[in-house]
């Protein structure tokens, strides 16, 4: 029987399920595709057109306005681009393409532990670009929390309900 379910998986997911396992747990992991084939595996590939440590402003307000969806005239713009970088891309095929927006929290500080209504859920989401590099320690402070451990570190800058999510609230009539 499964004690633990991890519905994502992308890095973050990926880890939780493998730190969730490593602690004894019975772990299932969902994803729509392979695990490791969304966003986590397009990082590899992302042609930005701009810095985005450079310009965090403009680049946030490009992906407010962007739809999730693309065109082959999209590719073959970005494409040119990317042979105008790196000139061998030139001549080579592009295998795939894709639109997608990296969801974030409204202060760039990803929701992380139990869920303030719905007993037995837990998250670990809104990293933005920084999935990555937060994985091992958002991971790492998930799992203490599920296991009812001394956490890792202070788990309530992370909290679903610190006020700048609007947690939906049910009404029991």
């Known amino acids: 029987m499964t004690d633990c379910i991890v519905v994502g998986g992308g ?3 990926m880890l939780s399920a493998r730190m969730l396992h490593d602690q004894g747990l019975d772990v299932t992991l969902l994803d729509r595709q392979e695990p490791g084939q ?13 810095y985005p440590w450079r310009f965090p402003d403009p680049v946030t307000k490009l992906a407010s306005l962007t739809q999730a969806s693309t065109t082959e005239a999209a590719a073959q713009t970005f494409h040119a681009a990317a042979a105008r970088l790196v000139p061998a ?19 760039g500080i ?4 139990p869920h303030p209504e719905v007993e037995g859920l837990f998250v670990n989401a809104g990293h933005y670009r920084n999935g990555v590099v937060m994985s091992i320690g958002a ?3 998930l799992t203490d929390l599920i296991m009812g451990q001394s956490p890792i570190c ?3 800058p992370y909290r679903i309900d610190r006020g700048d999510f609007p947690v939906r609230r049910h009404n029991a009539n």
Request: glycine share 16%; charged share 15%.
């Open 139 to 141: 991971c790492r402070l």
């Open 110 to 113: 990803p929701y992380i532990g």
């Open 89 to 107: 891309l030139v001549d080579l095929p592009i295998e795939k393409h894709w639109a997608g927006l990296r969801p974030g929290s409204p202060q």
């Open 154 to 156: 202070d788990p309530s």
């Open 38 to 50: 969304e966003a986590s595996w397009a990082g590899g590939g992302i042609l930005s057109p701009l």
């Open 11 to 13: 890095l973050i997911g």
